[in-house]
């Protein structure tokens, strides 16, 4: 039988912890054989739930043995992910980017080119892509349920009043920090995910806090090729959440409240070879119709196990990438051009 693949995890913050070493366990395909921090809670916290792995405080301890490992994931804060990408695609390995892949697209390109003249696999962790809601969604437009669709309203919103770590507190927008960069990732990823290609879009970075270097509240409205127009709402001051989907067709409109259950299960503990995970309750479904008749939908199993399965097959030579790394580019050039003009 083959052995199942070496991933070497750097990063061992919400990424590393609650996504990345936590999924890789889940896959028959992979093991956690080293995670990189140089924080020391985080290392006895890593040390004690992953005994097997290798615990090391620097990523040149980590490349220094880069043989010894089969892939790479950059959990580490965004604005060094194009830093550490291009090093362990220099040394050989595999490698998964947290999203976004990078903060500017000249950085997404180099990597690009970087990944295809090495011919080492590289691929950017768009997880939301395997959320049941959104999975919801697809499967409502792609079946026609909803006539032509108009309008795409999506929504990332909490008030988050615990304290934010130091590089996301400290890093300028359009550094990476703030929530376009965080949040915006994911949705204008299922955006154009859903429907298609963007010819153009307008923004608003807002900042509420006292004292704050990067945008708390920010919104980004995109007009696709196909017609379609997406709304996207990202913000951690909302004291009043609004519905996490809403797309209003010329037959029918579907609203979904609520987020996935996947982020909030894996941090509580629960392993996501457990049954019970990406599974939501009937209550938090959503509602397909109009305001006279709407029928409850139930929302589709999600599926985060799926992107470290394709991700081993791809490795393997079996299959495609679960996420192509040029499809960063839309994303990052939308993000990167808005706080450049101030938008």
């Not at 043989?67 to 194009?82: E, I, K, S």
């Not at 490698?95 to 080119?113: F, Y």
């Amino acid at each position: 039988m083959t052995a199942p693949l070496r991933a070497a995890v750097l990063g061992y913050g919400l990424a590393g912890s609650v996504f990345h070493a936590p999924l890789l366990t889940a896959e028959p395909d992979c093991t956690v054989a080293a995670i990189v921090t140089g924080n020391p809670d985080r290392a006895a916290a890593a040390g004690e739930r992953y005994p097997r792995a290798t615990v090391l405080g620097t990523v040149d301890e980590l490349l220094a043995r880069a043989g010894d490992y089969d892939l790479a994931v950059v959990a580490a804060p965004t604005p060094v992910h194009a830093e550490l990408a291009e090093r362990t695609l220099s040394a050989g390995l595999p490698t998964v980017v947290d999203k976004p892949l990078a903060v500017h697209s000249a950085d997404v390109e180099r990597l690009l080119t970087l990944a295809a003249r090495l011919g080492v696999p590289l691929t950017a962790f768009q997880n939301r892509r395997w959320d049941g809601d959104f999975r919801t969604v697809r499967r409502l437009v792609d079946s026609g349920a909803l006539g032509e669709v108009w309008r795409f309203e999506s929504r990332f919103e909490w008030l988050n009043p615990r304290p934010r770590p130091a590089w996301k507190s400290g890093t300028a927008g359009a550094d990476g920090g703030g929530v376009a960069y965080d949040l915006g990732a994911h949705l204008i990823d299922q955006a154009v995910q859903l429907f298609g290609p963007v010819d153009s879009y307008y923004g608003e970075l807002l900042t509420h806090r006292a004292g704050a270097v990067n945008d708390d509240d920010s919104f980004v409205a995109l007009r696709h090729v196909s017609g379609v127009r997406s709304h996207l709402s990202m913000s951690s001051l909302v004291a009043q959440r609004g519905f996490r989907f809403r797309v209003l067709g010329s037959e029918q409109a579907f609203t979904k409240w609520g987020l996935d259950p996947q982020e909030s299960q894996l941090a509580s503990g629960i392993a996501a070879t457990d049954p019970a995970f990406g599974v939501e309750e009937p209550e938090r479904w959503g509602r397909l119709g109009n305001d006279e008749d709407a029928a409850t939908v139930p929302t589709e199993h999600g599926g985060y196990r799926e992107f470290y399965r394709l991700f081993a097959a791809a490795v393997r030579g079996r299959g495609p990438l679960p996420v192509d790394p040029a499809d960063a580019l839309v994303g990052v050039r939308i993000l990167e051009d808005l706080h450049a003009t101030g938008g």
